[in-house]
């Protein structure tokens, strides 16, 4: 079966020619001469069944599918070009525009391009594995309001029961590992830290710089552990990094969006360090809370962050949202 | 000059035809045989001619663009659209493929689709200023911290010289422009505000919904006029926009990102509306202040956001900017 998928995906390469339903411009009447011999000319999607959309985005401009070409399970994952300045000129003077709204100086169109200005990259898993299907697949957010009584009744009970293991972050504070990765340490126990570069950059250029700082203590478990005692710890973080990162990288504070998150992804405090203008992951509004706002909200309110009620997205397959929704709570 | 540009951007809708250059499909021969009245059926942007590339994004695959239109100023922003399932069957049978990779099960392709599978959206701005090709023109951005002072000394003076026009909000808030894109109303000159879908959305997908909720009452430039006294301003949109949405759009509260920006991009209070999981721009933490932490932080402190030091990016070109490194703040 596998050879035969791979067959028909080549084979529409060395053919080089469109399906016989694709028609379009000068070579519609040479194509439609040519009808009848589908099977030699077949695309190799035109008989892809869709299955599921496994994720997409809209910002991004792609899509992922689950699906099956000639009974084999397959992946396809479709993405629109970036717009290329050396298209322009043929783009404006060789496409169809409609009309959609105008308002004053604004008006908005749909603009129908020339098919070779305007392609579609296309991948093709297949066959593809259980795994690969996983890979791909989305999984929804929802947003969830937390009060000062779900914390205790719900999100706390539940941390201290999954008791996930920082075991890892121990090991990056005691230098058992990772140690060749510090950019920068504070050893004071009360408002000490190690910064050091996340996993996700690969410190290759600044334009997505991506640094985490780790407490040194050890029994804040996150945003809402927080009280007014800890505002010399915040602050000397805040402080400290940004020299750090201003000495190695060059960087001023004001380019730097410097945060915490609410959920954290594991129950130590830790402050990120990213560069303003990369859309880091996780630096939205319902996740990311600036430092220098929870600093001020500390000083003003010390029970700030136990009280409040707090926001943020949890994944469909996060045990907490589970426990929300058992509390009725969603 | 106006009119002329006003009345080319309209013809291109009243003929609704493509420019005679455009050929594509079945009606490739019923064009071919209207040939020769090109002045009639002019694409408006077929004589487009570009001075620069104000920015553009691979990522979110747009381009910001300045130019000329008959010798008129215009920005003209492209932007792909993003793929829609319910697009998928047709643009796998009616597509070229064009084999670039093949690796064991992995292989890429370029696939050329039908046109109208894969539109780009398109905004002219015409005749632009020089306000709105700064406006749009890639510039770096620097985050500034304000405090209560800064504000009084240094923007709310900047915001009050400039005297930005909000002409166009006032026209959609009477009716006078886009009153059939009005997803919702509610005309109390208090607590009212009219909700509808934001430029950036092709409203074809609710993956990246962004609607605007614009209040009716017109003496809030921003955050920073808020005090308690618009606690029921901000609960009213907050509740009756969900609700809108939810009727509208079938996406339930839990599936929405609400805020406001500050600096907004215009000073008339609005709130953005998005889905939850599209990283819509603006989004990040920088910005964007989530309605139910406003609400919040107001009944808990009336004078919040009067008083507290506020953390924004502000782009080179800005003159807020140079106004805060006249001032010594950056």
């Known amino acids: 079966m596998a050879d035969t998928s791979a067959k028909r995906l080549l084979d529409s390469d060395k053919t080089g020619e469109p399906a016989p339903d694709v028609k379009r411009g000068k070579t519609d009447n040479e194509n439609g001469r040519e009808g009848g011999n589908e099977s030699v000319q077949e695309n190799v999607l035109s008989g892809f069944k869709t299955s599921s959309v496994l994720s997409d985005s809209a910002r991004e401009k792609n899509i992922f599918i689950h699906g099956k070409v000639a009974d084999q399970d397959a992946v396809v994952i479709l993405e629109k070009t970036p717009i290329r300045e050396d298209s322009l000129a043929e783009l404006f003077s060789g496409s169809t525009l409609k009309l959609e709204m105008k308002n004053d100086i604004y008006s908005t169109y749909r603009l129908q391009a020339p098919p070779h200005l305007n392609e579609i990259k296309t991948t093709v898993v297949c066959p593809a594995t259980e795994k690969h299907i996983k890979k791909y697949q ?23 029961k999954q008791s996930f293991s920082v075991q890892w972050v121990y090991n990056i504070l005691e230098k058992k590992a990772e140690a060749e990765r510090i950019v920068y340490e504070d050893p004071d126990p009360d408002v000490g830290f190690v910064l050091l570069p996340d996993f996700k950059w690969d410190q290759k250029q600044v334009d997505d710089l991506y640094l985490i700082a780790i407490a040194h203590q050890r029994d804040i478990k996150s945003l809402r552990d927080l009280t007014s005692e800890h505002v010399p710890l915040l602050q000397n973080i805040f402080q400290k990094g940004k020299e750090a990162i201003l000495q190695r990288y060059n960087l001023p504070a004001s380019k730097l969006r410097v945060y915490l998150h609410y959920q954290p992804s594991y129950y130590h405090l830790h402050v990120h360090f990213t560069k303003l203008g990369y859309d880091a992951p996780g630096c939205g509004v319902e996740r990311a809370h600036l430092i220098a706002d929870v600093i001020q909200n500390l000083q003003s309110n010390p029970q700030y962050y136990k009280t409040r009620t707090l926001y943020f997205p949890l994944r469909a397959d996060d045990g907490l949202l589970s426990k929300f929704k058992e509390a009725g709570r969603l």
Request: no cysteine; net charge negative.
């Open 138 to 160: 989305r999984k929804e957010s929802f947003l969830v309001e937390e009060t000062e009584e779900d914390y205790k009744n719900i999100t706390l009970p539940h941390i201290v």
